[in-house]
């Protein structure tokens, strides 16, 4: 079994900037691509980065120049920059992750999520 753990979420100014960070533990041999959603009250789940094991990343256009997600394959741990938040990235954030076990087995898994607020 693999869990995901992200921290770093809180309470940030309109403007500011906020780091949540996302870990894999157990059963973890490999982890291709690593990715951060979130989702707002009634709102669906929304993509918004990912990263491949060897360091590509994609976008969603509503945080393309502002978020800035990146890894530390070592720690097995995924981390999104957020600057210049927005109101409206209110959310709670999850990050995803596709990981092989030991016997190389492939499954994705969701965190828990983390509570990003931004305040006007």
């Known amino acids: 079994q693999v869990q995901l753990v992200e921290s770093g979420g809180g309470l940030v100014q309109a403007g500011g900037s906020l780091r949540v960070s996302c870990v894999a533990s157990?059963?973890?041999?490999?982890?291709?691509?690593m990715g951060w959603y979130r989702q707002a009250p009634g709102k669906q789940r929304e993509f918004l980065a990912n990263?491949?094991?060897?360091?590509?990343?994609n976008y969603a256009d509503s945080v393309k120049g502002r978020f800035t997600i990146s890894r530390d394959s070592a720690k097995n741990t995924v981390y999104l920059q957020m600057n210049s938040l927005k109101p409206e990235d209110t959310a709670v954030y999850y990050c995803?992750?596709?990981?092989?076990?030991?016997?190389?087995?492939?499954?994705?898994?969701w965190g828990q999520g983390t509570q990003v607020t931004v305040s006007s």
């Open positions: 990263i491949t094991s060897g360091g590509g990343t």
């Open positions: 995803d992750a596709d990981v092989f076990n030991y016997i190389l087995q492939l499954t994705h898994y």
């Open positions: 157990g059963s973890v041999f490999k982890i291709n691509t």
